[in-house]
């Protein structure tokens, strides 16, 4: 699922591939995945991506406790990524991403970007990425007349493994458009 987590990642050897995952978690939330990447010589990699949690079905009740029905609570995303590799070492990718909410009565949908860039050295073992994710705009808010923002976000990460050695370092940075985390 790069597609979905950092577009750059995609590549040629993903063409024709298909990616399902399913979750049964607990307490009746389900989480699903499904995508598909195909590549285009001297285009790119494309991939088209769907992620589905289900919260479950919910009694409905007033004031007084009474069930007076049920309701049902999900989120989901339809994601269509592209890459392309720059040179043999520096790769860029772009996501856009079209994202529903639907909480019992409340509903918000949205239109997302996440961009990124990849540079990895084979032979050293070594990669590093960038990524901005969810620049966008809600076209519906949960509640009328108020504008929410999609949860924007600067992720960076580096890995590498040392040469004889049978584990890879790894570090991950996130949040990183805010400075002061206090």
Known sequence: NLATWNP???????????AFSFADYFADVKYGYAGFAYHIDKVGTFALTTTRIDYGKFRETDN????????SAGEYGINIGYSRMLDSNFSIGATGKFIQSNLYLWKASGLGLDVA???KLPRQNFTASILFRNMG?????YTDGVKEKLPFEVEAGIAFKPKHMPFRFSFA???????DLT
């Open 64 to 71: 007084t406790g009474a069930v007076i029905g049920e309701f």
């Open 173 to 179: 940075f996130t949040n990183l458009q805010k400075w």
């Open 137 to 141: 705009v809600m076209l519906n808010s």
């Open 117 to 119: 860039a990849r540079y």
């Open 8 to 18: 750059s990642m995609l590549n040629p050897e993903m063409h024709t591939q298909l």
